[in-house]
T-cell receptor
Framework: AQRVTQPEKLLSVFKGAPVELKCNYS??????LFWYVQYSRQRLQLLLR??SRESIKGFTADLNKGETSFHLKKPFAQEEDSAMYYC????????????FGDGTTLTVKP | DTGVSQNPRHKITKRGQNVTFRCDPI?????LYWYRQTLGQGPEFLTY????????KSRLLSDRFSAERPKGSFSTLEIQRTEQGDSAMYLC?????????FGPGTRLTVL
């Protein structure tokens, strides 16, 4: 069975502070991991996926298979980063069906 | 707008009525997914199509739920004999290479 856990429902940081959104997963195979973001009144959209190894909007995420984690990090948070963030796992890259965590609401205070 | 579209955006119905939602994916995408999202939770997978074939259905999809994608383009999700527990946001997504592009969702309220 696949499971994604985001232990923090809410996370609040000040502008310019580092931010880390935690994601742990449970899956016996080699998953593909994603971070999705939903800004206020907008649709869910992909932020980054681990196979691309990109930095998007200053965010990075490293897949740690030993700890089964895929934490999202940004060294200097901006107010426009305030949003809901979802971690998701896909067992089969070709199919793409994803299992989502319950999300973390990030608030960046001025 | 060439993104995924969903109609209607909001639906209020009485318990026991049938409802149908439509999803129009990005035109070249061959995969289409339906998810359900309730307050405070992430999207939960319901079903998935590759072209017109329905390849996977979640246990969440009871026999009151049916989905179709007759020509491999748009898809419909029908819920028969709605129950108050069906109240949720229903999300559609499409993909070509694994990255899913989501629609704005249809919010269903069952009174």
């Amino acid at each position: 069975a696949q499971r994604v856990t985001q232990p923090e429902k809410l996370l609040s940081v000040f502008k310019g502070a580092p931010v880390e959104l935690k994601c742990n997963y449970s899956y016996s195979g080699s998953p593909e991991l994603f971070w999705y973001v939903q800004y206020s009144r907008q649709r869910l959209q992909l932020l980054l996926r681990h196979i691309s190894r990109e930095s998007i909007k200053g965010f990075t995420a490293d897949l740690n298979k030993g700890e089964t984690s895929f934490h999202l990090k940004k060294p200097f948070a901006q107010e426009e980063d305030s949003a809901m963030y979802y971690c998701a796992l896909s067992a089969d890259t070709n199919a793409g069906k994803s299992t989502f965590g319950d999300g973390t609401t990030l608030t960046v205070k001025p | 707008d060439t993104g995924v579209s969903q109609n209607p955006r909001h639906k209020i119905t009485k318990r026991g009525q049938n409802v149908t939602f439509r999803c129009d994916p990005i035109s070249e995408h061959n995969r289409l997914y339906w998810y359900r999202q309730t307050l405070g939770q992430g999207p939960e997978f319901l079903t998935y199509f590759q072209n017109e074939a329905q390849l996977e259905k979640s246990r969440l999809l009871s026999d009151r739920f049916s989905a179709e994608r007759p020509k491999g383009s748009f898809s419909t999700l029908e819920i028969q004999r709605t129950e108050q527990g069906d109240s949720a946001m229903y999300l559609c997504a499409s993909s070509l290479t694994g990255t899913q592009y989501f629609g704005p969702g249809t919010r269903l309220t069952v009174l």
